[in-house]
T-cell receptor
Framework: GAVVSQHPSRVICKSGTSVKIECRSL??????MFWYRQFPKQSLMLMAT?????????EQGVEKDKFLINHASLTLSTLTVTSAHPEDSSFYIC?????????????FGPGTRLTVT | GQNIDQPTEMTATEGAIVQINCTYQ??????LFWYQQHAGEAPTFLSY????GLEEKGRFSSFLSRSKGYSYLLLKELQMKDSASYLC??????????????FGKGTRLSVIA
């Protein structure tokens, strides 16, 4: 099956700093990538949808200037959390669909645990 | 609006059968998905239903009734490793590769000996 990787798997940063999370599709071209956030004991909340070469579409309530998403190639999307605060501490998961995906093929990365101190 | 409801927690005994229900109200419908998620890990795909009826895959089965906005995931011969969260998700638009999945809050299943 298709593989999606995320890096780093865990990151701890100080309040006010920025953190970049990478999401890569390893063996397929991801035309669309989705970024989700999950707080403890909560479900996945969609943050934004990005298409290669286009600006990301953000969900209501998600600050696009705080959560910068870049989908510069068909195998890489990045999420940068700028000026991070403790309330941004969460589990961030990316998901990707490929050019030949059937309707149910949405592959998830392993997630990145962000802790802001 | 979109609303997906499922029980928060369930407990079942090893070897037994458990049914996890999901009800949804969405503006459109283009498939219902069930995912399994162990703590600290990404969700893994279990099943997909777009037509009414039962889809069986080994120990797991999933049922859909579009007219009732209802689905269930049935797990048979429960094993301790089945202890996880089970997420119900709906894709609510047709014919769009950009359409994300909308997730319910998940049901935490605990399998006890």
């Amino acid at each position: 099956g298709a593989v999606v990787s995320q890096h780093p798997s865990r990151v701890i940063c100080k309040s006010g700093t920025s953190v970049k999370i990478e999401c890569r599709s390893l063996d397929f071209q991801a035309t669309t990538m989705f970024w989700y956030r999950q707080f403890p004991k909560q479900s996945l909340m969609l943050m934004a949808t990005s298409n290669e070469g286009s600006k990301a579409t953000y969900e209501q309530g998600v600050e696009k200037d705080k959560f910068l998403i870049n989908h510069a190639s068909l195998t890489l999307s990045t999420l940068t959390v700028t000026s991070a605060h403790p309330e941004d501490s969460s589990f961030y998961i990316c998901s990707a669909r490929g050019t030949s995906s059937t309707i149910y093929e949405q592959y998830f990365g392993p997630g990145t645990r962000l802790t802001v101190t | 609006g979109q609303n997906i409801d499922q029980p928060t927690e369930m407990t079942a005994t090893e070897g037994a059968i458990v049914q996890i229900n999901c009800t949804y109200q969405t503006s459109g419908f283009n498939g219902l998905f069930w995912y399994q998620q162990h703590a600290g890990e990404a969700p893994t795909f279990l099943s997909y239903n777009v037509l009414d009826g039962l889809e069986e895959k080994g120990r797991f089965s999933s049922f859909l009734s579009r007219s009732k906005g209802y689905s269930y995931l049935l797990l048979k011969e429960l094993q301790m490793k089945d202890s996880a969260s089970y997420l119900c998700a709906v894709r609510d638009e047709e014919n769009s590769g950009n359409t994300p999945l909308v997730f319910g809050k998940g049901t935490r299943l605990s399998v006890i000996a």
